[in-house]
């Protein structure tokens, strides 16, 4: 068990949908990942967050979006939903964001959309 | 941008054989991780190599950190059935503030007991 909880484990919804999966960090890790994970694509980074601020951008498509609340939980949308956004969406967290801190992992959450 | 070709694809291996498999990229990365990944779990940090040259060990599993810094090995001794998993590079560069990771497809082990 990493300390890294996602909810929910598994998410089946239609195209055209919006959906939000959650993610809480490890007790006290500031920084949270969230990464996609296809099997075409293999695990992408998507974003991250550190302190509640967005601090770097990777493939994550305009149709998605996410935050880190106060609590230091984050939440990532999902909206007008595609096949081809079925896939393992992992969070990850880590005490601060410097190069040598080691990412947690989440046990992801499941996303078909039919 | 940065890309990571991992091999080999997959392994069918014997328990008790040892396991060899690496990753290359076309661009330098200042740290290099390996990454195990059981079914309905997130990937787990086997291995952190922070220092071109590197070369570490944990238990069975030992990684090194290519000198040219575009890749790096895993090797894994004495494979016994809970070897099994995907194992995953992962390549991390500072460039400004980002810390992302860029991950390799996988290698898909199995033992044969």
């Known amino acids: 068990d990493s300390g890294v909880t996602q909810t929910p484990k598994h998410l089946i919804t239609a195209t055209g949908q919006r959906v939000t999966l959650r993610c809480s960090p490890r007790s006290g890790d500031l920084s949270v990942y969230w990464y996609q994970q296809s099997l075409d694509q293999g695990l992408q980074f998507l974003i991250q967050?550190?302190?509640?601020?967005?601090?770097a951008k990777g493939n994550i498509l305009e149709r998605f979006s996410a935050q880190q609340f106060p609590d230091l939980h984050s939440e990532l949308n999902l909206s007008s939903l595609e096949l081809g956004d079925s896939a393992l969406y992992f969070c990850?967290?880590?005490?601060?964001?410097?190069?040598?801190?080691?990412?947690?992992f989440g046990p992801g959450t499941r996303l078909t959309v039919l | 941008g940065q890309q990571l070709n991992q091999s080999p694809q997959s392994m069918f291996i014997q328990e008790g054989e040892d396991v060899s498999m690496n990753c290359t990229s076309s661009?330098?990365?200042?740290?290099w991780l390996w990454y195990k990944q059981e079914p309905g779990e997130g990937p787990v940090l086997l291995i952190a190599?922070?220092?071109?040259?590197e070369l570490t060990s944990n238990g069975r599993l030992t990684a090194q950190f290519g000198i040219t810094r575009k890749d790096s090995f895993l090797n894994i001794s004495a494979s016994i059935p809970s070897d099994v998993g995907i194992y995953f590079c992962a390549g991390r560069n500072s460039g400004g503030s980002n810390y992302k990771l860029t991950f390799g497809k996988g290698t898909l082990l199995t033992v044969n007991p």
């Open positions: 990850a967290s880590s005490v601060t964001s410097g190069k040598t801190d080691t990412q947690y």
């Open positions: 661009s330098i990365f200042n740290t």
């Open positions: 190599l922070y220092k071109a040259g």
């Open positions: 967050y550190y302190n509640g601020e967005e601090r």
